[in-house]
């Protein structure tokens, strides 16, 4: 082992926890130009599959810090589900998607190759960013001004000041526990085995799940297609079967080549990680607890089923690093971090929501759950109609209706899709004669999409934008003039855009307000509690 690197003795942020949400955060912080400590308990990268679908939404965050090329190029990009009764297929479902879109629906990818892409990311960052291998958090004690955090590793015991400490030390957060908290909320009973086995294919990419399957009677099991011949299975053991027994390789494998024979797979295979499941939905009530924020499952523990998990835990990175780095950099009070616990306890506890009503399908808690999901599958072999109770309802972005951060919609006719609070719409414009996506000019900055203007609205906007760095100004129209080609109106239909409506949208993608452009005091506002600006130009 080598000797572990010098700790500083201050920093503006340290991270607990190493894994894919933590080091997205210290790359999405460097992009920023804020410094940062990642403190890591293991000597790499996390063994196993572990969270393995990354959502378009989760693909967006990635790209801001340089991470989506390769998990694009390693990953299996799926956009379809098959759901069977016993032998029998009861349910095919498709996610919404065009062939426009920059990302596929999901892509299958194992959580170490997120976590190394997202350390290489954080290396290329503009600020200095250091991840202490083999390193565990012991003590955190925070105070008004910032957080003393004790640090062990085999060169002995350290001392780091910080001005804020961001726990994504996971399930067992030793910082939560440091501060005396705990998760609230619900433990399901049902258990799942999970297992990686090794084995070539020619199936499709695609969620696979099998009720009650003839290869393991009374189970329910599930199967996803991974990088490097990699198939990812889960099965539900019985509650009365020992969990330490469960995960025995002479219990797992015959029950893997049980499946394996029913659906036809025949060539080798070998196993390479066995570990257990039980779903919770957890939370903390807030996830700001002064210099100490929390994100990840170290702030809430969500079901796997949906793949919400992982998916939540990077939402919650890019909801809180421009945050951070806005407050760190003097741009905005300390009050600014108060809407990330806002936004994303109330983002935690839709997909708790969403959550819950899965597990409770796909591991019923008592008898009469598994009644009515039995009468359910039953019924799906002859009915259309309730085939849909059987969808898991995959991730998706979460509406922050209701936040603080919210401008008065000054655009209310141009209807929900892209009101304040919504995640902003894709669209494929033009740019230069080149095809550009429009999320690909998200993150880093609040960005102004100013559709259609007249010369007078625009000159404001670039004054406004030179006096209120980092702000973006994109003219998007379908004249030759326009910086952004909306050649097919595919933007203007999905913001429900007229010639003249201005966007503001923030830096993690999210609608900040919608307005008329000779509406520019209220865009003023809506920008200055994050830009102390100047006056803005009326000839």
Not at 5 to 17: C, E, M, N, Q
Not at 118 to 129: D, E, F, I, K
Request: charge should be neutral; include cysteine.
């Amino acid at each position: 082992m080598t000797h572990p690197a010098p700790l500083p003795g201050h920093v503006p942020v340290l991270i607990a926890g190493g894994g894919p949400v933590g080091l997205t955060l210290a790359a999405l912080l460097a992009e920023y130009g804020i410094a940062s400590l990642t403190v890591e308990a293991d000597d790499g990268y996390c063994t196993g599959s572990r969270a393995i679908c990354i959502s378009r939404r989760s693909q967006e965050i990635l790209a801001w810090i340089g991470a989506d090329r390769p998990l694009v190029e390693k990953g299996l990009p799926w956009s379809s589900g098959r759901s069977y009764y016993r032998n029998q297929e009861v349910l095919r479902f498709e996610m919404p998607g065009d062939p426009t879109q920059r990302y596929a629906p999901m892509v299958n990818i194992q959580q170490f190759y997120i976590e190394e892409y997202a350390h290489q990311a954080l290396q290329r960052g503009r600020a200095t960013a250091q991840v202490a291998w083999a390193s565990r958090v012991a003590r955190v004690r925070p105070d008004d001004a910032g957080v003393t955090v004790h640090i062990e590793n085999a060169a002995g015991s350290h001392r780091v000041r910080a001005d804020w400490v961001v726990a994504c030390d996971g399930g067992r957060s030793t910082v939560r526990e440091q501060l005396g908290l705990a998760l609230q909320g619900m433990q399901y009973e049902g258990r799942y085995v999970i297992v990686d086995i090794e084995q070539a294919s020619s199936r499709p990419t695609e969620r696979l799940a099998w009720f009650d399957p003839p290869s393991n009677p009374g189970s329910t099991l599930l199967m996803h297609r991974q990088p490097d011949n990699v198939w990812r299975i889960d099965y539900q053991i019985r509650d009365d079967e020992d969990a330490q027994a469960a995960v025995l390789p002479e219990n797992v494998l015959p029950r893997v080549q049980s499946h394996l024979d029913m659906i036809g797979e025949t060539a080798p295979w070998k196993p390479l990680w066995i570990s257990m499941y039980n779903a919770k939905c957890l939370t903390l009530d807030s996830y700001r607890h002064g210099r100490v924020l929390f994100a990840g499952d170290a702030g809430h523990l969500v079901p796997i089923f949906g793949v919400r998990g992982l998916n939540s835990g990077l939402d919650d990175a890019g909801n809180l690093a421009w945050k951070l780095a806005w407050v760190l950099r003097g741009h905005a009070s300390e009050a600014l971090l108060d809407t990330y616990s806002q936004e994303r306890v109330h983002a935690t506890r839709q997909n708790l929501s969403y959550g819950a009503k899965s597990t409770e399908f796909m591991a019923p808690p008592d008898y009469g759950f598994r009644l009515l999901r039995e009468a359910t599958l039953r019924l799906s072999l002859t009915d259309a109609t309730v085939r849909s109770l059987i969808n898991p309802r995959q991730s998706s972005p979460i509406s922050y209706q209701g936040s603080a951060l919210n401008a008065a919609d000054g655009l209310p006719e141009a209807g929900p899709l892209a009101a304040p609070g919504e995640p902003a719409p894709e669209a494929l414009l033009r740019q230069a004669g080149a095809p550009r996506h429009l999320t690909s000019c998200f993150g880093g900055a609040f960005t102004l999409l100013a559709f259609e203007c007249d010369p007078a609205a625009l000159a404001q906007l670039d004054d406004l934008a030179r006096a209120a760095t980092p702000l973006r100004v994109l003219h998007i129209g379908q004249g030759a003039n326009a910086a952004l080609h909306d050649a097919n109106g595919q933007a203007r239909q999905r913001y429900g855009a007229s010639a003249g409506a201005l966007y503001a949208i923030r830096p993690d993608g999210y609608v900040l307000g919608r307005w008329r452009q000779d509406d520019m005091p209220a865009v003023r506002r809506a920008l200055t509690p994050y830009h102390p600006v100047t006056e803005i130009r009326h000839d």
